[in-house]
């Protein structure tokens, strides 16, 4: 196992590690590229993620994967753009500035907040103790594979938007799918601000947030990514309204959100901050709203 102290140096370990997961996913795709395009592009997103969960364990940090999540859908987009070789129009645009603006405000919130690879999500650490015997497909499947699928199932929108679109004209579904998308990029900021003003500003560590966005939703950060691709599909209804199974792409992202990633978070949160089960019953879970009435705990 090898141990960085630096976090500059682990940013350069980061920026390595990922430029050889692309490689080798383009190597995979070139061996598939007989496939259909959306095959060989999964075998080839696959591939790279097995390569970052395989520096993860050289490394022991399993936060090797942590950036995956922005920056593939980038490197996939603009890939998906350049091979089916078409004329650029405002599909393109839309879904570009869509993704683009996306990946940057998390990569960058990603990119602040990581130590290096002397530090590990607290979530891995407590599946990794709770479970030690089964980490190793913890690991792989849990944290590395599942989300990449889901992603990848919540990308496919795109594709299906941009082989309808060659004559694409912005339309009023379209441009309210990438409202929905720009505005949920702000409703992370926001509430990313809020959290970090709160964290700083907070001596007492048995508190919670429950001000801005938070005091209408639990996680308004986390209605905003779901948020974010509900918009992408939508986008894509603009230019093709006849391809609906791809709904199941947000559906997706929707599910692991409220049955895993939520449940998670407040599991965590209530263990350690006694006022969270009164919160929790005055505060919708995801979508914002009225705070209901007072209840007893």
Known sequence: MLKVEKRTTSFLFIGLIYI????????????????????????????????????GLLFGNASAYDPYWS??????????????NQAFNWIHLFFLAAIFIWGLRLTMNWAIRWKGFTHQDWRYTM????????????????????????VYLALIPVYFGLIAGKTFDASIISVLGLAICLGA??????????????????????RHI?????????????????????????????????????????????????????????????????????????VSILIPWFRYKQRDA
């Open 20 to 55: 050889i997961a692309f490689f080798i996913a383009y190597l995979f795709y070139y061996l598939t590229k007989s496939s259909h395009i959306l095959v060989s592009t999964f075998i080839a997103d696959v591939a790279a993620t097995i390569v970052v969960w395989g520096f």
């Open 71 to 84: 920056v593939a859908p980038i490197a996939i987009i603009v890939f998906w753009i350049i091979i089916l």
């Open 127 to 150: 599946l990794k103790n709770k479970n030690p015997g089964l980490w190793f497909f913890t690991n792989l499947i849990g944290i590395n594979l599942m989300p990449t699928i889901i």
């Open 185 to 206: 990029v702000i409703m992370q900021l926001i509430s990313d601000f809020q959290m970090d003003r709160f964290k700083n500003n907070n001596s007492q560590r048995d």
């Open 210 to 282: 429950d001000n801005g966005l938070w005091r209408y939703s639990r996680h308004p950060n986390y209605f905003g990514e779901v948020s974010f691709w509900w918009g992408i599909w939508i986008i894509q209804l603009g230019a093709d309204l006849r391809t609906l199974i791809t709904v199941i792409g947000p559906i997706a992202m929707t599910l692991l959100f409220l049955f895993i990633s939520i449940p998670m978070m407040e599991t965590h949160i209530t263990s350690s901050k006694p006022g969270y089960k009164i919160y929790k019953k005055q």
